[in-house]
């Protein structure tokens, strides 16, 4: 499988994104699915993912009730959206995949850039 993930952007505090990661070459339903993200100077992190056949999700403490991982499966595609954006969720963007039987996420998107402004 293959991520092209986009949507990133520059925003304010408070304001809203929604992140898109559209796959392709395999099965994606066979797929779970997550988001991850690297700020400047720190390594990446767990956002939330999703399994392949979108009943169970998964998120960071940081982003509990702000934002919402989803899928389509008919489209091949993972969403998350944020909402009430702050300063600290900036960091470039990844979208993942593995095998739904698989331990670690290892197919990887190219990465997009959130940054929130104060």
């Known amino acids: 499988v293959q991520l092209q993930a986009s949507g990133g952007g520059l925003v304010q505090a408070g304001d809203s994104l929604r992140l898109s990661c559209a796959a392709s070459?395999?099965?994606?339903?066979?797929?779970?699915m997550g988001w991850f993200r690297q700020a400047p100077g720190k390594e990446r992190d767990f956002v939330a993912t999703?399994?392949?056949?979108?009943?169970?999700?998964n998120y960071a403490d940081s982003v509990k009730g702000r934002f919402t991982i989803s899928r389509d499966n008919a489209k091949s595609t993972v969403y998350l959206q944020m909402n009430s954006l702050k300063p600290e969720d900036t960091a470039v963007y990844y979208c993942?995949?593995?095998?739904?039987?698989?331990?670690?996420?290892?197919?990887w998107g190219q990465g997009t850039q959130v940054t929130v402004s104060s």
């Open positions: 070459g395999r099965i994606f339903s066979n797929y779970d």
């Open positions: 993942a995949a593995k095998w739904r039987t698989s331990k670690d996420y290892y197919v």
């Open positions: 999703i399994s392949s056949s979108g009943g169970s999700t």
